[in-house]
Structures are given as C-alpha cells and as structure tokens.
C-alpha cells in the first residue's frame, strides 16, 4: 500500500516597499528615544565621560619624562650640632644634575628646588662618621640620589656634576676674643668691661682669623664718630661689638652682652705725612754675610718711595727733626741660592706712628747670591 505524504506548503510573506522599511527604521527609533532611555543614556555618560577624563590625565602625569641639564644650589649640613660643613668645590654651590621620574611629580620637584616653594634647592646631609678637622673629597651622585625630596617622589637621579663634592669637616668650638678700638681709630685709647666674649664657630675659621691677627681672636668695639671725632677728653660711654672681617660669617656666634662699657681717651685727630724716601735696611744673621750679599731687583735700590704714615699731630711734625724712619727686610739662610725673592718690609717708626693701610704690606723683590759670583769692580 502506498504510503501516504502530506506536504504543506508556508505562504510566502511579499516583499515590503522602500516605504515600508523607512516607516519600519523610524518607528524603531522612535521606540528607542524615549524620555526613560534618554535619561538613562545621560546618566551613563555623566560617569563615564569624567572617568575617560581622569584616566587619560593620569596616564600622561604618569609618563616617565626626563630633563637633563638642572642647574640647583644646594648645601651641606650635618646632623651633629658640633659639626660644621663648608664647601672648597664647585665654589658656586650649584649641582648640574639629570634627572628622571613620572611627569607630573618631576614637575613638582624643579619647581621646589629652583626657588618656587621649600626646600630651595638641595640640603646634602654628610656622613657624620667623617673625621673631623679635615678635607674630605665626597661622590656628589650616591649623596643626591639618597635625598629625600627625589625618594618621595620616585625620581631617580641620572647623572651629577660635578661628580665629587670637597668638603671641609670642623669641629665647632668656643674661644674667647678679646674686645679692641677698631683699625680707624686712630686717635683713640679705650679700655672695656669685660674685656673679652666668647665666640663660636668652625675651627677652621677661628683658627684663620687667629693667624692673621699674631695668634688672636680680635672683636671690635663701634667707636663711632661721636667719639672719634670729639674734643679731645675723656669718656666713659656703653657701645656695641662690632665682627671684623673673617667673624662676619653666620656660622659663628658671639655670646655676651649686648653693650660693654668704654673708657675712652680721645687724642687730637691723627695727622698724615707723606715720606717721599725711604732707607730699607736689611736684618739677618751675620753668618750670612760671610759668603753672600743682596741684589735689589725692584726696587734697583734699598729705597721705597712715596710712604705715606699717620700719628699724632706732634709726633708727626717733628719726624723731620727725628732719626729718618726705616723699612726693614729681613732675610734667612734658605733665601741664599740667587734666586729672587718676594718678601714685605716692616717698618721702624715712632711710637704711635703707623703707615696707612694701602703702604703697609709693601713689598721688595731680591736676590741673595754668593760673592764669589758678583764682578769686581776695578
């Protein structure tokens, strides 16, 4: 028996028109941009845009950047209060660095260090394991990539120069000075209560200041005009100190009172005296003479000119009348040799007389050789 299909046939749907389908994509749409779905597109865009935003600002104050050539002032500090630091080289206390780290904070970093805000540049911490009282050469890289202000902020330190730092390690110490009149007092006698103060700072400072002085730390009393210039009398007057050159510097300290009493007696007003000629006589031991003498190479001959001295008036008038002040040269065994020699005179002078400042370290250039090599003279 044959076996039996049934077969249905679906209708086919016709085709729409371009009408149609343009009517069907409207009414889509419009199903779409409704007041709820609006509302809820806006809210959506509301965090996202601003999260996009932040992203994309993080990303490029993130970028690793590099600037090379950064010219910062810096210092060197201990952490011991007994210690002072002072720098020989570079002398302009400036580090050209390298340096590299994340855009934004590298940013923020030169803008500190070349003035904008603290800390000003670079305050170098040194080793206090360093012996004290002498030069020490340092490698300026390790000492500035260890600075906190370039940890903090994950920049690293590329390159520095100058690449060694010399550095001087003092001991701070405490030394009396005694008060004196200053240099321009000329006319001037003065005693002070107390007579001395204390004063601190680096070793190696005082120690300089002692050398130029014979071995003393000098302080200055400020004599000022009204004193200097007044009648000739005596005062008693309160004044204050005065640093003289080499104390002037802020890692040294004066302690004491603010005033000290002076006993003050004024002379008349110092009177000046040019000396158009004068002798320069020569000291040494007498063994020298046996074998050598002295050529004068400037001048030709044992004679300064144009010496300008200052001391009381009567002194001063009567220098004319007076044994002619002398300028001495004073000689030692290991100048013999011929060859020529650069020395200061000193002065032989009356008591109270002295010679202004831009004579006083006047100097002569000569020769000390074996007679045996000078010509004879016919």
Same mark, same amino acid.
């Given at each position: 028996?044959?076996?039996?299909?049934?077969?249905?046939?679906?209708?086919?749907?016709?085709?729409?028109?371009?009408?149609?389908?343009?009517?069907?994509?409207?009414?889509?749409?419009?199903?779409?941009?409704?007041?709820?779905?609006?509302?809820?597109?806006?809210?959506?865009?509301?965090?996202?845009?601003?999260?996009?935003?932040?992203?994309?600002?993080?990303?490029?104050?993130?970028?690793?950047?590099?600037?090379?050539?950064?010219?910062?002032?810096?210092?060197?500090?201990?952490?011991?209060?007994?210690?002072?630091?002072?720098?020989?080289?570079?002398?302009?206390?400036?580090?050209?660095?390298?340096?590299?780290?994340?855009?934004?904070?590298?940013?923020?970093?030169?803008?500190?260090?070349?003035?904008?805000?603290? =800390?000003?540049?670079?305050?170098?911490?040194?080793?206090?394991?360093?012996?004290?009282?002498?030069?020490?050469?340092?490698?300026?890289?390790?000492?500035?990539?260890?600075?906190?202000?370039?940890?903090?902020?994950?920049?690293?330190?590329?390159?520095?120069?100058?690449?060694?730092?010399?550095?001087?390690?003092?001991?701070?110490?405490?030394?009396?000075?005694?008060?004196?009149?200053?240099?321009?007092?000329? !006319?001037?006698?003065?005693?002070?209560?107390?007579?001395?103060?204390?004063?601190?700072?680096?070793?190696?400072?005082?120690?300089? +200041?002692?050398?130029?002085?014979?071995?003393?730390?000098?302080?200055?009393?400020?004599?000022?005009?009204?004193?200097?210039?007044?009648?000739? !009398?005596?005062?008693?007057?309160?004044?204050?100190?005065?640093?003289?050159?080499?104390?002037?510097?802020?890692?040294?300290?004066?302690?004491?009172?603010?005033?000290?009493?002076?006993?003050?007696?004024?002379?008349?007003?110092?009177?000046?005296?040019?000396?158009?000629?004068?002798?320069?006589?020569?000291?040494?031991?007498?063994?020298?003479?046996?074998?050598?003498?002295?050529?004068?190479?400037?001048? +030709?001959?044992?004679?300064?000119?144009?010496?300008?001295?200052?001391?009381?008036?009567?002194?001063?008038?009567?220098?004319?009348?007076?044994?002619?002040?002398?300028?001495?040269?004073?000689?030692? =065994?290991?100048?013999?040799?011929?060859?020529?020699?650069?020395?200061?005179?000193?002065?032989?002078?009356?008591?109270? +007389?002295?010679?202004?400042?831009?004579?006083?370290?006047?100097?002569?250039?000569?020769?000390?050789?074996?007679?045996?090599?000078? =010509?004879? !003279? =016919?």
């Amino acid at each position: 028996m044959a076996e039996s299909r049934t077969i249905s046939y679906a209708s086919k749907r016709p085709a729409r028109t371009w009408r149609e389908e343009v009517a069907s994509t409207l009414h889509r749409f419009r199903s779409r941009f409704t007041r709820e779905n609006v509302i809820s597109n806006l809210k959506t865009l509301a965090w996202v845009v601003p999260l996009t935003l932040l992203i994309w600002i993080y990303a490029e104050r993130e970028q690793v950047a590099t600037t090379k050539d950064v010219a910062v002032p810096f210092d060197m500090v201990s952490l011991d209060p007994n210690v002072a630091i002072r720098v020989r080289s570079p002398s302009d206390q400036n580090l050209i660095l390298e340096l590299q780290g994340p855009q934004a904070r590298l940013q923020d970093v030169l803008f500190k260090l070349r003035g904008g805000l603290l =800390p000003q540049g670079l305050k170098i911490e040194v080793p206090t394991s360093l012996e004290k009282n002498r030069e020490h050469r340092l490698d300026a890289l390790s000492l500035v990539r260890n600075q906190k202000i370039f940890v903090d902020n994950g920049v690293t330190v590329l390159g520095c120069q100058p690449a060694g730092l010399d550095v001087i390690v003092d001991s701070i110490v405490e030394k009396q000075a005694t008060i004196v009149k200053p240099p321009s007092a000329k !006319n001037v006698d003065a005693t002070f209560d107390p007579p001395e103060v204390k004063v601190r700072g680096p070793m190696s400072m005082l120690t300089a +200041v002692e050398n130029q002085n014979n071995g003393q730390l000098l302080i200055w009393a400020d004599l000022r005009e009204d004193v200097t210039k007044a009648q000739p !009398n005596h005062y008693d007057k309160e004044v204050a100190l005065r640093r003289p050159p080499g104390l002037d510097d802020e890692r040294i300290t004066v302690s004491g009172p603010a005033t000290v009493k002076a006993s003050v007696d004024v002379r008349k007003a110092d009177k000046i005296k040019l000396i158009r000629s004068m002798v320069i006589t020569v000291d040494g031991p007498d063994s020298l003479w046996n074998k050598n003498a002295i050529v004068w190479v400037k001048p +030709v001959q044992p004679v300064l000119q144009n010496v300008t001295v200052t001391g009381p008036p009567e002194t001063i008038d009567m220098l004319d009348q007076l044994d002619q002040p002398t300028a001495r040269l004073k000689v030692k =065994p290991q100048d013999a040799g011929g060859e020529v020699k650069t020395r200061a005179v000193q002065y032989d002078l009356p008591k109270g +007389v002295d010679v202004v400042d831009d004579d006083k370290n006047r100097t002569v250039d000569f020769r000390l050789v074996d007679k045996a090599t000078l =010509p004879v !003279n =016919p």
